[in-house]
Each structure stands twice: as structure tokens, then as C-alpha cells.
């Protein structure tokens, strides 16, 4: 299938790409590079052995992504652009409603003037808000704590509102929960903008000394330790259910919904034990107060992944902490070298 990725050059995006090239379809990658580097589109290349078009333009450029359309022929938009930070989705709120909603926008417009309707948006587990885990695709969405949650929240009410429309539309909708770890090259990886906001990021670049210490948010939360409990998932295994789910929309027709997680949970000290335990690397960390926003406990029922895409997670936490740290310990300013 040709296939346009929007964020194709971002941490999921290029990890998709490059399943994608694998998985024998054509990509075409649209992005403006706002959070991330041209380097990841050329390392994607390099791996793949293929050679794809990107299309250096942003979301919002209707003009741009007519001619986007008009060069690549998509038969499917797999959409991934967007801006993801919390924090500053707090700060910048209207950047956030303009670039993910404003963005989303346009792109529909500009698929249905050229009669596409097959997309898989990239929503999060953020939009179950304070729902009990395991969180399945039937909860009730929308209690979301911060502007980037709503606007993931937003985007599925659009495209469910498109549907509604006109039921020709093919939509997946993808709640990620945490995406972790790096391609097994150690070539394509996350490479944050500033100091990173996430866990893992943030631990790896202290492994790496570029950051002094770890802060753990809180050990005073109901888990077993004390630290918060998320479901983490390693970035391939998430890119290996883009493909699943593109095989999904050229089988059955309609709008779905599907949690991409591995259904375990693993808090922070977790996390940080079995990096130490797979790395060895020295890991200083501290425990300071939650931050504020932070459920105790988030992970995934993804049992209806495996029953109607037929995929599910492969790689467990060492290996996510593995991953991380080749391309961390390869790549110690990210694409920058
Ligand atoms: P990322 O920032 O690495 O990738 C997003 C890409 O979109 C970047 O390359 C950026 O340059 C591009 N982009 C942003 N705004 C754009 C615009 N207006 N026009 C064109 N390109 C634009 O983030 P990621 O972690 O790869 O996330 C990809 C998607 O998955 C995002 O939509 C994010 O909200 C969603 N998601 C991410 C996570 C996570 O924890 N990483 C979890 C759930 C959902
Ligand atoms: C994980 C755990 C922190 C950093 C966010 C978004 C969510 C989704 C994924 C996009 C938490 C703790 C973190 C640190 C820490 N993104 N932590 N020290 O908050 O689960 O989810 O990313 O859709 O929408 O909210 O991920 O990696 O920030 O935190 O102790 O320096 O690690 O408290 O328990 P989170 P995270």
C-alpha cells in the first residue's frame, strides 16, 4: 500500500517506517521537523536498504499537503504529527488545540478533496483519563488532566464525527500507553528536544551523564512500592501494530478503536532496577514529591488487539531497557552528532 506517515521522522514514526519498508509497503513521510531531525529519516533509509520521498511541510499547509497528495497518491494516512509534551500543552495550550486539533483538521479536509479515507490515528491510554485499570476500549473517554489529553480526546470525537458522516470512512483510532526502547540497531531512537519530560529519556540521558540524577515522582502512591505503575511498551512492538492494523483497514471497513500495551504494569523502581540489572551502568536517583497530574496506576487490557489484529507485545522490560540503552550509549546527543 502507499502509505503517507505524518511525524514519520519523529521517535514512533521512524520506527514505523521502517516496519512499513519491511513489510513491503511504499512510504511517503510528511513532517516539519518542529521535534525532530532529517538524521532519522536518513538512518531509516539506511536500514531499510529503501529509498522513500519526505515531504519537509507542516500539517496545517493545506496548499502544501494538496501537493503532498498530488505527488504521493496515498491509498492510507497513518497520522502521527503532533505536538506531545504535558507540561507545555498546559503552557502553550492554544498550541497544542492549533497544531494537534487545527492540524487534524486540515488533514481531513485535504483527504476527503481527494476522496481518502483510510487513516490510523495516533491516540494515547491519557484519553481513559481516571478510569480503573486495565482500561479497556469501552470505558468512557474524555476526563483528561491536561490540554494534550483533551486534544487527543478531541481528535477521536472528530474523526468519530466523520465517521458518523459518512460511513465509506476506514478509521483506526491506536491508544498507545508508554512507548519505550529503540530499534535494535541502536540507529533510530527518542531523541527529545531540551531535558526530557519522560521516564525513560530522562533516566537514560542520567546513565549517559548528561543529566545528573533521577527524580522519582513520589513513593508514597497505593502500589506495592510506593512509585507509580505504568505499562510500558517497546517502540518496535508498538510500530509491528501500525502494520497490523494498515492490514486491518484493507480487510474490514468501519471505525475501531484498539489499546496498544502490553497489558503488565511495572512502576518506576522497576524500571529503574531492571535497567541497572540489564546495563550495569551506574544510575544515581533520588525520591522527591509526585508531580502533579500523575495516576497511581495505568495499564492495559489488550486483549482485543490480539483477537482482531492479531498482534500483541513481544519484548518485555529488559529488553526495552536494552534497546534504550545502545541507542542512548551509540547516539549520546541523539541525532546531534
Ligand atoms: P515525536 O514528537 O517524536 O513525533 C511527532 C512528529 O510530528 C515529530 O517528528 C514532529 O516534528 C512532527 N510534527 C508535529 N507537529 C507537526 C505539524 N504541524 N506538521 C508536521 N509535522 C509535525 O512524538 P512521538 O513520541 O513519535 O509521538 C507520535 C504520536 O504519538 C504523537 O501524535 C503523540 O501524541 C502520540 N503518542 C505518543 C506517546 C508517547 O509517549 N511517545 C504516547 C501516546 C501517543
Ligand atoms: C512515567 C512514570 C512519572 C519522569 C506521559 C503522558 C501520556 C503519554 C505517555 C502521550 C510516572 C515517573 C517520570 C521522571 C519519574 N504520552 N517519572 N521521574 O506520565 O505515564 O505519560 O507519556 O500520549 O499522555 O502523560 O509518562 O514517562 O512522563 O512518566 O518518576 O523524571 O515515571 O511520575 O509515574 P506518563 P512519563
Not at 502521527?80 to 492540524?103: H, M, R
Not at 491519557?126 to 483533551?150: A, F, K
Amino acid at each position: 500500500m502507499r502509505i503517507l506517515v505524518t511525524g514519520g521522522a519523529g521517535y514512533i514514526g521512524s520506527h514505523t517506517c521502517l516496519e512499513l519498508l519491511e513489510g513491503g509497503h511504499e512510504v511517503f513521510v510528511l513532517d516539519n521537523l518542529c521535534n525532530s531531525s532529517v538524521e532519522a529519516i536518513k538512518r531509516v533509509k539506511e536500514l531499510s536498504g529503501k529509498s522513500f520521498e519526505f515531504f519537509n511541510c507542516d500539517i496545517r499547509d493545506k496548499s502544501g499537503l494538496r501537493a503532498v497528495f498530488t505527488k504521493a497518491r496515498p491509498e492510507a494516512v497513518i497520522h502521527f504529527a503532533g505536538l506531545k509534551a504535558v507540561g507545555e500543552s498546559c503552557e502553550k495550550p492554544l498550541e497544542y488545540y492549533d497544531n494537534n486539533l487545527g492540524g487534524t483538521v486540515c488533514l481531513c479536509e485535504v483527504m476527503q478533496e481527494f476522496g481518502l479515507k483510510n487513516i490510523v490515528f495516533s491516540s494515547s491510554a491519557t484519553v481513559y483519563g481516571r478510569n480503573e485499570p486495565p482500561l479497556s476500549e469501552d470505558m468512557p473517554t474524555g476526563d483528561c488532566s491536561n490540554p494534550y489529553g483533551r486534544t487527543k480526546y478531541m481528535i477521536e470525537e472528530l474523526l468519530k464525527d466523520i465517521y458518523a458522516s459518512d460511513n465509506s470512512w476506514n478509521i483506526i483510532l491506536l491508544r498507545y500507553f508508554n512507548p519505550i526502547g529503540a530499534h535494535k540497531s541502536g540507529r533510530i531512537g527518542e531523541n527529545p528536544k531540551g531535558i526530557p519530560n519522560n521516564l525513560m529519556p530522562y533516566l537514560s540521558q542520567v546513565a549517559v551523564g548528561k543529566l545528573a540524577e533521577l527524580s522519582i515522582f513520589g513513593d508514597d502512591y497505593e502500589t506495592p512500592d510506593g512509585t507509580c505503575i505504568r505499562d510500558y511498551i517497546h517502540v518496535v512492538d508498538l510500530a509491528k501494530g501500525h502494520l497490523c492494523a494498515i492490514n486491518r483497514l484493507e480487510q474490514s471497513k468501519g471505525l475501531e478503536v484498539f489499546n496498544l500495551g502490553t497489558g503488565h504494569g511495572y512502576s518506576v523502581l522497576d524500571i529503574v532496577k531492571a535497567f541497572i540489572g540489564t546495563t550495569g551502568v551506574n544510575l544515581p536517583y533520588k525520591i522527591t514529591p509526585r508531580r502533579a497530574g500523575d495516576l497511581a496506576a495505568v495499564y492495559s487490557n489488550s486483549q482485543k488487539a490480539t483477537e482482531l489484529l492479531g498482534w500483541s507485545a513481544q519484548y518485555g522490560i529488559e529488553r526495552m531497557c536494552e534497546d534504550t540503552w545502545r541507542w542512548q550509549s551509540n547516539n549520546p546527543t541523539g541525532y546531534e552528532d
